[in-house]
């Protein structure tokens, strides 16, 4: 079992910045790889961003060169740095990991652009 906490959410006016973090604790070894995915009111979850063990990152186009994604792993936490935030970056933000086994999840954590 894999269980994540996300944290860093809230309310921002456009142009703003945000910081997520995600603390995953438990069976971690297998992970090999983590992200961030989005869930808009009335749309589909999409991905966001990950990074994997040997730290190669991805992006969904509509954040690259605006969102970063980083992880500490004395810490067992990654980190989704969130810049020149936009009203479409509004929704909820869920922090993935992934093994082998199965995929984990955490509870999710609200952004909200708006000014």
């Known amino acids: 079992q894999v269980q994540l906490v996300e944290s860093g959410g809230g309310l921002v006016q456009p142009g703003g910045s945000l910081r997520l973090s995600c603390v995953a604790s438990?069976?971690?070894?297998?992970?090999?790889?983590m992200g961030w995915y989005r869930q808009a009111p009335g749309k589909q979850r999409e991905l966001v961003a990950t990074?994997?063990?040997?730290?190669?990152?991805n992006f969904v186009d509509s954040v690259k060169g605006r969102f970063t994604i980083s992880r500490d792993n004395a810490k067992n936490t990654v980190y989704l740095q969130m810049n020149s935030l936009k009203p479409e970056d509004t929704a909820v933000y869920y922090c993935?990991?992934?093994?082998?086994?199965?995929?984990?999840w955490g509870q999710g954590t609200q952004v909200t652009v708006s000014s």
């Open positions: 990074i994997t063990s040997r730290d190669s990152t």
């Open positions: 993935n990991s992934r093994s082998p086994q199965r995929d984990y």
């Open positions: 438990g069976s971690i070894f297998s992970i090999y790889r």
